[in-house]
């Protein structure tokens, strides 16, 4: 078992490795000096000689590979270098947006949670009639639904007519201004977990040794709440961990309808201010922390699910 | 096969497809009046007999636009899609078939691709490469390979190992032969079935992008850059947003119900005609 | 950590085929035989090999050679509807070597599809059907035609009634008597079914564990049976009861010094745990891998 993690954990070096040269290409790939665009002015271009001294000062002018190295030496040490823009420490405005998204993906995840499982339930239960059909339906129509037109919708509704929830902003991370965000987000990642809750209970359900349980007389509430669901379960937990993968790339676009300053927003932003810096250590923050994420996934539904423990044990 | 008509899923997703294929073909004809026709006597009207959706802060009707724009958003569908399997077919069948070096290389390409969520990568890439339709897409293509070439992958994983390919190499055939003869027919169902599904899901991140300021630039009609559109009137003018946003839903939706319905008619199908 | 396990599949082998005649293999399941079987034409590549048809060393040359050379020698696999591609009608199968091949008009094509699914005896309407439609039989036949389709000179049929019904089975292998008769072709019977090769084949070879331990023409054998272990399979009544059939490849003697039937055999003698046995030929073509006989 431990082999096994050790072995994962291995695999995802090269990953990161290339991560970091994606996260620090961004720089590159980008029309147009940064330099010049950043010293920009109202008074018109700036001059050769600032824009030559800004080069130096932020190092843009040695060659790409030892930009790289220095970039990933500086990294690993936990420097993310200054922001373009505002010239503060990079890694403190990441940090801090990410405690943020946090707060709001933990919210969320129990709003989908609270959602999908009992409508899965639900639906596999009461399979094949119109209620099993419309919980479907809602899982497809929330699946195609547009996050950032789903949030305009809630804060039509919620803030502008009825006025009971501000529209937009942190307010200190109250659940006043997390309630509208935290239901879009919650709303799509349930989408799917429901589909899965539904069809994994189906498949729980059609086991022998339900049969074997109902063929001995226990009441129903028995066979599907203690042997079924508990099995069902299994798959959800892990679709959990996806969610988070889920739940990240939703944030983008819905913290910024929202204007909650979580790691999507600041991603956003720096990309609007081509604040460079910014960008290739927020990129490279967000898939490191997904890539731990997964792993961790994986390696607890290795716990989980005894097959693919023993499968390991090899 | 042609009990496929019976599924519902297919049916109303079949349907829906067509007629906006049918919109988007003909919409100079199904439009009411110019998409970008710039008219400020007429700006921020609610729907009406002349503007069924309305008219946007520049006088423009909205059902134009968004008639005009479900081009805009099946030509980026379709686009992304196919550029997303052909690089996915030709590295997923590399890595499959061949195995070896060439798929551990392949693997942990996918890999790094994967370590970032899709909005983000998406989101930088469209950002550092600029504006643009063509930026867009292949920043969305650059998100979208690595889930096909996997799926392509494993499907060929499977099928390599069964007796009848086996035996075509036994008849004399070539690799080559095998892998489009044999090896591609077999694989077909699960493609097409992401391949669907792929094209809503590439219109909805398309639309965010948009939406964002990434992607297509005014004054192009596209459903997400007119919902941004929309964000400032929200309050006097709520219905600029609402339709796009409606059309996008819409849209995808089929392209989902279409998904759905392949998958159950190839899936069982596809597991019994392949023995595991 | 784990240290891989390699058992030897086909060990120290050497026979030979002449021309027309059938020659069966025998042995119990997971003995080798399979592995031989695709040995001989070149599906699995050993370097360990050497592998002689009609005077060409087929294991020296080169890919597109031997591509060349694959119409010549076809195999009929073990399981007929997994040999067969589920998305290809019958007949688009049974063509297939044609179309390999080449340099044929559609017309004959045609024609000789026709001829073949004639001489297999399956029923025309049949063919125009997916694989998933037909019986296991009806697929057997239709793997026979697509073997035949090429003109071969060499058939190596593994277990080609297995898992198919008595009276199926029967159908087949009298099909194959008449077709290598009217054909004259050279067949090599891999199977572990003993009524097979007494019924089907002029000469054979008993496997055990990767080696041939009897071998000769099929009546002397079973008139005269030598080895242990083939008198275990072929006559166990005439043994007393003792026979035990399982194939055993996880137990027994892995190791390389001494006979390899040597834990199981009754008639063991010391030299048999010490010294591996040679082929000794003990009649006019009749061979045994054995010290005692």
């Known amino acids: ?314 | 096969m042609r009990a496929w008509i019976k599924n519902r899923n297919i049916l109303i997703g079949l349907s829906i497809t067509v007629t906006l294929i049918f919109i988007a073909a003909f919409a100079p004809q199904v439009a009411p009046h110019d998409p970008t026709e710039i008219n400020p006597m007429v700006r921020l009207q609610p729907p009406s007999k002349e503007y069924p959706f309305g008219t946007d802060h520049m006088g423009r009707c909205i059902l134009s636009r968004i008639v005009f724009g479900s081009r805009i958003s099946l030509l980026v569908g379709v686009v992304v899609i196919s550029g997303s399997l052909l690089i996915g077919i030709v590295l997923g069948t590399i890595s499959g078939y061949f195995g070896g070096l060439a798929d551990d290389l392949i693997m942990r390409l996918v890999d790094g691709f994967l370590a970032i969520p899709s909005m983000f990568l998406a989101l930088a890439l469209a950002g550092t490469l600029g504006p643009g339709m063509f930026n867009l897409m292949m920043a969305l293509i650059a998100v979208e390979w690595t889930s096909y070439a996997r799926v392509v992958r494993g499907s060929i994983l499977t099928v390599k190992e069964q007796e009848f390919v086996e035996a075509a190499r036994g008849l004399g055939a070539s690799d080559l032969y095998i892998l489009v003869h044999h090896i591609m027919p077999n694989i077909l169902s699960p493609i097409i079935v992401i391949a669907t599904l792929g094209i809503g899901y590439a219109i909805l991140a398309a639309a965010g992008l948009s939406f964002l300021g990434f992607g297509v630039q005014p004054p192009t009609p596209e459903w997400g850059s007119m919902l941004d559109d929309g964000r400032l009137f929200m309050r006097k003018a709520p219905y600029i947003m609402i339709f796009p946003g409606l059309a996008i839903m819409i849209t995808v939706l089929a392209f989902n119900f279409l998904g759905d319905g392949l998958r159950d008619e190839l899936d069982p199908r596809f597991r019994k005609e392949i023995p595991h | 950590m784990l240290k891989k396990r390699y058992i030897k599949a086909v060990d120290c082998m050497s026979f030979r085929i002449d021309r027309g005649e059938t020659f069966g293999l025998v042995g119990e399941s997971g003995c080798g035989k399979t592995t031989a079987g695709k040995l001989i034409l070149r599906l699995i590549v050993l370097t360990s090999v050497r592998i002689v048809f009609d005077g060409i060393d087929i294991t020296r040359i080169k890919t597109r050679e031997m591509r060349r050379l694959r119409p010549r020698m076809q195999m009929i696999f073990q399981n007929p509807d997994a040999s067969l591609d589920p998305r290809m009608k019958i007949e688009k199968s049974i063509v297939e070597p044609l179309r390999l091949k080449g340099g044929l008009r559609r017309v004959e094509i045609k024609e000789k599809v026709m001829d073949l699914i004639d001489a297999v005896v399956l029923n025309p309407e049949h063919a125009r059907r997916y694989p998933y439609q037909m019986s296991g039989g009806q697929n057997q036949q239709a793997v026979l035609a697509r073997a035949l389709a090429s003109n071969p000179d060499f058939i190596v049929a593994d277990e080609p009634t297995s898992g198919l019904d008595l009276s199926v089975q029967a159908q087949i292998l009298t099909l194959m008597k008449e077709l290598k008769r009217d054909l004259e072709l050279t067949t090599m019977f891999i199977t572990h079914d003993l009524e097979v090769v007494r019924q089907m084949s002029d000469r054979m070879a008993v496997m055990y564990k990767g080696k041939i331990v009897e071998m000769g023409e099929t009546e002397e054998i079973f008139s005269h049976l030598r080895h242990p272990y083939a008198k275990l399979l072929i006559a166990p009544d005439l043994q007393g009861g003792c026979g035990h059939h399982e194939a055993d490849i996880n137990g027994g003697n892995n190791n390389s010094r001494g006979c390899v039937f040597y834990p199981r055999c009754q008639l063991a003698e010391d030299v048999c745990s010490k010294r591996e046995p040679e082929m000794m030929e003990v009649k006019r073509d009749h061979q045994v891998l054995c010290h005692i006989f």
């Open chain 1, 1 to 314: 078992m431990l082999g096994y993690i050790f072995k994962r954990i291995l695999l995802i070096i090269p990953a990161l490795l290339f991560v970091s040269m994606i996260s620090f290409s961004m720089a590159y790939l980008t029309p147009g000096d940064p330099a010049e665009i950043l010293l920009m002015s109202p008074e018109g271009s700036p001059s050769p000689e600032a824009i030559d001294a800004f080069r130096v000062r932020m190092g843009l002018d040695l060659p790409i590979h030892i930009q790289y190295l220095r970039w990933l030496e500086k990294v690993l040490h936990g420097d993310l270098g200054y922001s373009f823009m505002s010239e503060r420490p990079v890694a403190d405005a990441i940090t801090n947006s990410f405690k943020a998204t946090l707060k709001l993906s933990l919210v969320s995840m129990i709003v989908s949670i609270v959602v999908s499982i009992p409508l899965g339930i639900l639906a596999a239960i009461k399979h094949n009639t119109i209620i099993d059909d419309l919980c479907r339906l809602g899982a497809l129509i929330g699946v195609s639904i547009p996050n950032f037109w789903q949030a305009f919708l809630l804060i039509l509704l919620f803030s502008v007519h009825l006025d009971w929830l501000p529209v937009a902003g942190y307010g200190g991370g109250d659940i006043e201004h997390m309630i509208l965000p935290a239901i879009t987000l919650g709303t799509s990642s349930a989408a799917v977990t429901t589909r899965l809750m539904r069809s994994s209970l189906l498949e729980a359900l059609s086991q022998d040794y339900i049969i074997t349980a109902r063929a001995k007389g226990l009441p129903e509430r028995i066979v599907i709440g203690k042997h079924a669901i508990k099995n069902a379960l299994i798959p959800v937990v892990t679709i959990l961990g996806l969610n988070l993968g889920f739940l990240l790339n939703g944030a983008v676009v819905t913290e910024w309808v929202f204007g909650w300053p979580g790691i999507g927003d600041l991603v956003v932003d720096s990309i609007y201010q081509r604040d460079v810096t910014m960008i290739q250590g927020s990129i490279l923050f967000i898939a490191v922390i997904f890539v731990t994420l997964n792993l961790l996934v994986d390696i607890s539904y290795t716990y989980l699910d005894p097959r693919i423990r023993y499968e390991s044990v090899d």
